[in-house]
C-alpha cells in the first residue's frame, strides 16, 4: 500500500505562503492539499486560481485541489491553467456531476469527486469509473482544526471495497481531523491518501510530524 501524506495550506500562514510550502515539501509531504472555498457552497472564503498560479513554479508537489465552491465548471479550466493536477469537487455542488467530472479530464487534471460526512455513497454508483480519487470528509467543510468524526470509518471501509471491485488504482483519501493519533485507524479503514492541516501546520516541526504520521502508517502495514 502506498501512502500519500497531503498538508492541506489551509492552515499555514498566508503572510509566509511560498516558505510554509518549501517547508512542507522539504518535510515530505507527497501532495499539497488547495482548500477552495467561496463563502457560498461553505461558510468561508479562501484562496482561488491566482495563489495556485503562484505557488507552481515554487513546488515540485503535485497541487491537489478540493473545490468547496458552487457552481464548479467556471473555474475548472482556471485552476487546470494555473496548475492543478488533481481537481475534486463535492457532487452537491454540480447540476450535471458526469460533465464536471468529463471537463476536469480534458483540461489534463485528475479528477476527484468529495463527500460530506452525510453525502451518500449512492453518487458512486455511476461515476466511479470515471473517478482517480475520491475524497471522503471527516469533518465538515467549510473550516481546519475540526474534531475528526470517527462514524466517518465504516463509511472509508465500504469506499475501499468499492474501489476494490473495480479492480482500478483509485486513490481514498481523507480530509478533516487527520492526526498522528487516529492516522493508523484511517489508514486501517481503507484511506491511502491523508490530508493533514492543523496537525501539520500547527506543530513546531513540520518534517518530525510527517515522520511520525508515516510511523504510525509503517505500523498499520506491518500490523
Ligand atoms: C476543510 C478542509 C480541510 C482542512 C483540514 O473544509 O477541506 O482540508 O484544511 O484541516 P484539518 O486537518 O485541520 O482538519
Ligand atoms: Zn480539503
Not at 5 to 28: Q, Y
Not at 37 to 45: A, F, T
Amino acid at each position: 500500500m502506498t501512502y500519500r501524506i497531503a498538508p492541506s495550506i489551509l492552515s499555514a500562514d498566508f503572510a509566509r505562503l511560498g516558505e510554509e510550502v518549501d517547508a512542507v515539501e522539504s518535510a515530505g509531504a507527497d501532495l499539497l492539499h488547495f482548500d477552495v472555498m467561496d463563502n457560498h457552497y461553505v461558510p468561508n472564503l479562501t484562496i482561488g486560481p491566482l495563489v495556485c498560479a503562484s505557488l507552481r513554479p515554487r513546488t515540485r508537489l503535485p497541487i491537489d485541489v478540493h473545490l468547496m465552491v458552487k457552481p464548479v465548471d467556471r473555474i475548472i479550466p482556471d485552476f487546470a491553467k494555473a496548475g492543478a493536477n488533481i481537481i475534486s469537487f463535492h457532487p452537491e455542488a454540480s447540476e450535471h456531476v458526469d460533465r464536471t467530472l468529463a471537463l476536469i479530464r480534458e483540461c489534463g487534471c485528475k479528477a476527484g469527486l468529495a463527500f460530506n460526512p452525510a453525502t451518500p455513497l449512492s453518487h458512486l454508483d455511476h461515476t466511479l469509473d470515471k473517478l482517480d480519487l475520491v475524497l471522503l470528509m471527516s469533518v465538515n467543510p467549510g473550516f481546519g482544526g475540526q474534531q475528526f468524526i470517527p462514524s466517518i470509518l465504516p463509511k472509508i471501509a465500504e469506499v475501499r471495497q468499492r474501489i476494490a471491485r473495480t479492480g482500478r488504482d483509485v486513490w481514498l483519501e481523507v480530509d478533516g481531523g487527520v492526526k498522528a493519533d487516529n492516522i493508523g485507524a484511517i489508514a486501517k479503514a481503507g484511506a491511502d491518501t491523508f490530508v493533514a492541516g492543523s496537525a501539520i501546520f500547527g506543530s513546531r516541526d513540520y518534517a518530525a510530524t510527517v515522520r511520525e504520521m508515516r510511523t504510525c502508517l509503517a505500523r498499520e502495514t506491518t500490523g
